[in-house]
């Protein structure tokens, strides 16, 4: 055998054992649910799981309640998230080193213990109502057990993440072009419409992938701090399938999540290889 | 007051009003966890507790679930990153010096980890451990650990491999020292840091992973931050914010240790590519 093609068996020896266990844990099941979710219960084959989400009173009404969430809350992560990357990057002072020490922190924390904090933190006799109350304030509106409550998880769980994206893309903004852009006269907004919106957008659609689909696919939050009626859906699935055992059904809602993913995921995988392969060429 | 904010200047005090709500919003929540911890009683509507104590910590460390609930974590974290430095460094060796057929679709294969909505993506996994008989096992929560980490943890040592310049391994080559030797002297230490980061990235991941293991491993595997969805409705408060601190204080060592390493740009090489 040639050196070349020896060393083609070898990259392939060292890659094989990861990709076998992504086989297992992500092709072979989303194959698999698909399957069981066009599975009906006399063990034929059609869409009845389908047509019973849609159908259902209830789950219509968490599919809503599941679009609105994540609608509302990856806009203003976005938008934060966006903001606070971009205000880091072009300003220096002490307070902007200190977020910029601490921003990152969150993403470290155990969903558990921060989705704890903020229930014992807006709960109707959390620490925020303990210190409104000294203002005089004595009803907290309610955020624990609603959907206020699971878009602020949201919002922290999230955009410390998006920010975190946002900025290592912003640092490879050149300070040249800004500085040039500054010296023909070019204003703050035409600089960010012109130069660093172009410069970032690709990232900024990673972001929005990444905050969209951990929004619809999450679990902690909403089932400790949602609604009982509407469920988002990552609670209503685990639900159907540890309480219920039905699993065709779950199946089916898990598959319809892919689906709402679907383009986004899409456009994720599509954006990334396209650098790729210019970088190749 | 207001020539006192003249003096300072609009931005200033804008930046200042920014920090202050990022603290009450981002560690507000952490730091009302903390104080409970130290809490004996707290009467609302007190802005701090009146009376300290360190009761509750005896109290969670004598209930046998929970005790039992660490070490379980700390061998599944353990585990999970050794498991996953074992099957995805070379990979990721592979990826950044080896030439191989369909070696860009191996690596893209990996953004597939990400390409799902997380509960589906469990769901998914829980129906084919069902018929596998993987529910409620050790290899099956190890697996769904897994998910989570497989793409940083072959993305960002590619990143790091890629990094150490070709030019400084070809010389040690000339030099006469081994393909084995240049791996291990000069390859391995050069790209440790993204290695550490990954790695470290790794293991508190699988510490904190709370619905893939409440899906998979329940009742037998109930790890810290499953332990802790029990703990949040069945137990006083202040026993929830003890073990809070028990569950965040190895993320909070291990970042001290390693955030010489850790920065945004090595951390966001593991979610795209650049």
């Known amino acids: ?281 | 007051m207001r020539w006192y904010l003249k003096a300072v200047g609009p931005k200033k005090v804008f930046e200042f009003l920014v920090l202050v709500v990022f603290i009450v919003f981002f560690l507000g929540p952490l730091l009302n966890l903390a104080i409970l911890a130290f809490t004996g009683n707290w009467v609302y509507p007190d802005v701090l507790p009146k009376e300290w104590s360190l009761k509750w910590w005896s109290f969670v460390l004598e209930q046998d679930e929970i005790a039992s609930s660490i070490g379980l974590s700390f061998l599944i974290a353990a585990i999970v990153t050794a498991v996953s430095i074992v099957i995805c460094i070379p990979a990721a060796y592979a990826f950044a010096r080896i030439r191989f057929p369909l070696s860009r679709f191996f690596l893209f294969s990996f953004l597939l980890t990400n390409a799902f909505p997380k509960m589906g993506l469990y769901i998914s996994i829980a129906v084919l451990f069902y018929r596998l008989d993987l529910m409620n096992t050790l290899l099956g929560v190890v697996l769904i650990h897994l998910i989570n980490v497989l793409m940083f943890m072959t993305w960002i040592p590619t990143s790091a491999f890629r990094n150490v310049h070709a030019a400084q391994e070809e010389s040690a080559r000339d030099a006469g020292a081994s393909p084995f030797r240049v791996f291990r002297s000069i390859t391995l230490p050069m790209a440790m840091p993204g290695i550490a980061v990954a790695s470290i990235f790794t293991f508190l991941n699988s510490l904190d992973e709370a619905q893939g293991t409440f899906l998979v491993g329940i009742p037998n595997y109930r790890t810290m931050p499953v332990i802790m969805y029990s703990i949040i409705s069945d137990y006083p408060a202040y026993a929830g914010a003890v073990f809070s601190i028990i569950l965040t204080a190895p993320t909070i060592i291990l970042l001290l240790a390693a955030r010489r390493f850790l920065s945004a740009d090595v951390m966001s090489s593991g979610f795209q590519l650049k």
């Open chain 1, 1 to 281: 055998m040639s050196k070349q093609s020896k060393m083609g068996v070898l990259g392939l020896l060292l890659v094989l054992p990861s990709f076998l266990v992504l086989f297992v844990i992500v092709i072979l099941p989303v194959a698999l649910s698909f399957k069981e979710s066009l599975t009906n219960d006399s063990g034929g084959y059609d869409l009845s799981n389908y047509i019973y989400l849609f159908t259902d009173k209830l789950m219509r009404s968490n599919i809503i309640f599941t679009l609105t969430v994540t609608i509302i809350s990856v806009g203003l992560v976005l938008a934060v998230s966006y903001a606070l990357a971009v205000y880091m990057r072009f300003n220096d002072s002490a307070i902007v080193r200190w977020i910029q020490k601490m921003y990152m922190i969150p993403i470290f924390i155990p969903g558990v213990i921060a989705t704890y904090g903020l229930i014992r933190m807006l709960g109707n006799r959390g620490w925020a109502a303990q210190f409104l109350y000294q203002f005089g304030v004595e009803s907290m509106p309610r955020f624990i057990f609603d959907m206020k409550g699971i878009i602020i998880a949201n919002l922290w769980f999230n955009i410390p993440f998006t920010t975190m994206l946002l900025a290592s893309a912003l640092t490879a903004v050149p300070n040249s072009i800004i500085e040039s852009a500054k010296d023909v006269g070019a204003g703050m907004w035409r600089i960010f419409f012109n130069l660093i919106l172009p410069l970032t957008y690709k990232t900024l659609l990673v972001a929005a992938t990444f905050a969209f689909m951990g929004i619809i696919g999450s679990f902690t939050a909403p089932f400790l701090l949602g609604p009982n009626a509407p469920q988002m859906l990552g609670v209503s699935m685990q639900q159907i399938f540890g309480v219920f055992q039905d699993r065709q059904l779950a199946s089916a809602l898990a598959f319809f999540t892919f689906f709402l993913c679907s383009i986004m995921g899409y456009f994720y995988i599509r954006e990334m290889t396209k650098e790729e392969r210019g970088k190749a060429t």
